[in-house]
Each structure stands twice: as C-alpha cells, then as structure tokens.
C-alpha cells in the first residue's frame, strides 16, 4: 500500500510539473506576441526562406524615419513604365496589431539605402526566392523555400567596371529581342555601378541573357550578369519583383 502511495504521489507530482510549464510557456508566447503588436514596435520580415516585397499603390513618400521628412518619392510606374516594387525589410507596429510602415530597401544611390513608407500606401506580398551571386566562382544561384533550385554560370564585371557588392533585389523585369545583346530577357535589380559616369538612369545593373554565351564565366561586362538564355528563362519564372539578390565576392 505505502508503495502505491509514494508510486501515486510521484505521478501525481510529475504531471503538476508539466502543467506548470505548459502554462508559463503559453503565458510567455501570449506575451511575446503582446509585446510585438505594440505600436512602434518592429518586426522583421527577412528570413532564409521567406520575405516580403511592397507593390506602390500610388504616388508615395519615402521618409527617413517614420512620421520624420521624406526625401524621395515614387509613382507606381518608374521611369521604365514598369510596376515600381520595394523589398521590404521591417514592418513598425500601430493600432490593432497592424503594420504602420515598412522599412524598405530603395532602387536608389548610393546602393543599399533605406527608407520608410506608409503601409497604406502599398501592397504588402510574400518572396519565396531569392538569388545568390558568387563573383570569384562566377556563378548565380536560385533558391526557392530555402532550398537550391539551380545554378548557373555567369559573366560578371571587369576589373574597371566591377559587379557591386551587397545585398539588393529585384526591381524590374524585361523581355528583350533573343537575339540582342541582353538575351531572351533582362532582370533589372536596385544595384548601380559605383564607377560609371554619364550612364543611362546611373548605370542600372541586371542580370540579363545574352547573345554570345562562350563569354560566359567571364569577366567582361560593365557591371551586369550575364547568363545563358536558359538560365535566364528559368529566372524569370522563378524571381517575381521584389526577389532578394545577394552579390557577394
């Protein structure tokens, strides 16, 4: 009987133990998510297998910080006739749990800046890709959900005319004659070369088919990536507007 007892007792002393982690794990999750939906509190939105891009809605202002001055603003057309996209990289809590503003990266110079818009200026949509760019293998690789899908050789800047460094994104795309000089099509992204003067729209870098693929793995270009014609097909259909591009040496 004493052994049933204590054997009871034991079990009885287990499953309280249990109970109170659950709760005071519950209690803390409820509390995390409390603290998140704050306003002005800040949540990211860039992860390895998921981000988010912002389609303009409109005339919109971009400030430098939230309710602070803007320093640029965009149509919904850029100057291309093309959607005008942000890839966005924090959303800044108001009211209700929902997003105020997006801190968004820019297709401005110099490469890699920043700003803020309002949430109700545009259209907030998941990424699911996102695009490597290795210059010293010269390759160009694609991931979707995380996981490699394909890559590819590629063509990349001279050493007078270097491909940027950082992190950029997809920002406009075009179909093109096959048998020009960008391929079946050119994948504008938010880089410019740091070292051309006087170019077109400030030396706009994309990765584009070309005409003459025994180039390829070379480096040749003014800046952009070149890729076969194939490569760039199977881009296209997987790197909507918005997709992140990480170049990196």
């Known amino acids: 009987m004493l052994a049933d007892l204590l054997l009871r007792t034991q079990v009885l002393i287990g499953l309280l133990a249990v109970s109170l982690a659950f709760t005071t794990s519950v209690q803390a999750s409820t509390s995390a998510r409390t603290a998140s939906c704050q306003p002005g509190s800040i949540r990211n939105l860039v992860t390895p297998k998921r981000t988010y891009a912002v389609d303009v809605r409109g005339l919109v202002r971009v400030f430098r910080t939230p309710d602070g001055r803007p320093f640029a603003r965009f149509g919904r057309l850029n100057q291309n006739g093309v959607p005008t996209v942000f890839a966005a990289l924090d959303a800044v809590m108001g009211k209700r749990c929902r997003a105020a503003w997006y801190r968004v990266q820019l297709p401005l110079k110099p490469n890699g800046i920043t700003g803020y818009v309002r949430a109700r ?28 899908a394909f890559t590819t050789k590629a063509a990349i800047g001279a050493s007078a005319t270097p491909t940027p460094l950082g992190t950029f994104y997809v920002n406009q795309r075009f179909r093109d004659d096959p048998e020009g000089p960008y391929g079946w099509a050119a994948i504008g992204i938010s880089a410019f070369s740091e070292v ?46 918005g997709t992140p591009v990480l170049i990196r040496s």
């Open 121 to 148: 200026d545009v259209n907030l949509r998941v990424v699911r890709t996102r695009v490597v760019i290795d210059l010293s293998r010269r390759m160009l690789a694609v991931y979707n959900r995380g996981r490699l």
């Open 196 to 241: 051309l003067t006087g170019w077109p729209q400030g030396g706009p870098v994309a990765i584009h088919g070309t005409n003459r693929p025994s180039l390829l793995g070379l480096p040749i270009s003014n800046g952009c990536i070149r890729i076969s014609n194939a490569a760039v097909q199977r881009l296209w259909a997987l790197a909507p507007a």
